[in-house]
T-cell receptor, first 113, second 109 residues
Framework: IAGITQAPTSQILAAGRRMTLRCTQD?????MYWYRQDLGLGLRLIHY???????GKGEVPDGYSVSRANTDDFPLTLASAVPSQTSVYFC????????????FGPGTRLTVL | GQNIDQPTEMTATEGAIVQINCTYQ??????LFWYQQHAGEAPTFLSY????GLEEKGRFSSFLSRSKGYSYLLLKELQMKDSASYLC??????????FGAGTTVTVRA
């Protein structure tokens, strides 16, 4: 059992390009989340999905979109990357939305030039 | 917005005890988590408190006082492998997790 996997591990991207970060979990968790982590700011929620077929906006959703076509996958898309989106992106999942413990993937380090 | 404060850095000696404080001001409260994050790695779950009091789990303990908006994580018998960032996170009334900026603990021999 892998838990949560993310791809790519790292990426350097030119500004204006489109990029999709992939996240897959094999724990059959209902809820999934995307966070970005920046030095001195901690983890901030970008988008979430409480169950397959539904998504919601977190604290910093602008410039990002997500989809949840099935239970396992939760891709994050940057339609037109900007340098301020340079960050480490973590995907997480929990059995249910609410107070269940969230488990994190290994992260994707994204640099936008 | 949610406000979660914790010290930026702490240093302690191997074998010692360190206490990491976390204060929070959030819209509602549905629980508090502590996560450990080693450099370049994912956060990993340490503890969850929703009721007042102390939860002990091996060398790590977590305390919560809801009336004071305060929690601490106590690390005993420090080991070199405990050098990491420790993240305090609160579930508020919208059931979303809000994180503090993290406390980097350095354990010295």
């Amino acid at each position: 059992i892998a838990g949560i996997t993310q791809a790519p591990t790292s990426q350097i991207l030119a500004a204006g390009r489109r990029m999709t970060l992939r996240c897959t979990q094999d724990m059959r968790h209902n809820a999934m989340y995307w966070y970005r982590q920046d030095l001195g700011l901690g983890l901030r929620l970008i988008h979430y999905s409480n169950t397959a077929g539904t998504t919601g906006k977190g604290e910093v959703p602008d410039g990002y979109s997500v989809s949840r076509a099935n239970t396992d996958d939760f891709p994050l898309t940057l339609a037109s990357a900007v340098p301020s989106q340079t960050s480490v992106y973590f995907c997480a999942s929990s059995d249910r939305a609410g107070t269940d413990t969230q488990y994190f993937g290994p992260g994707t380090r994204l640099t936008v030039l | 917005g949610q406000n979660i404060d914790q010290p930026t850095e702490m240093t302690a000696t191997e074998g010692a005890i360190v206490q990491i404080n976390c204060t929070y001001q959030t819209s509602g409260f549905n629980g508090l988590f502590w996560y450990q994050q080693h450099a370049g790695e994912a956060p990993t779950f340490l503890s969850y408190n929703v009721l007042d009091g102390l939860e002990e789990k091996g060398r790590f303990s977590s305390f919560l006082s809801r009336s004071k908006g305060y929690s601490y994580l106590l690390l005993k018998e420090l080991q070199m492998k405990d050098s990491a960032s420790y993240l305090c996170a609160v579930i508020s009334d919208d059931y979303k997790l809000s994180f503090g900026a993290g406390t980097t603990v350095t354990v010295r021999a």
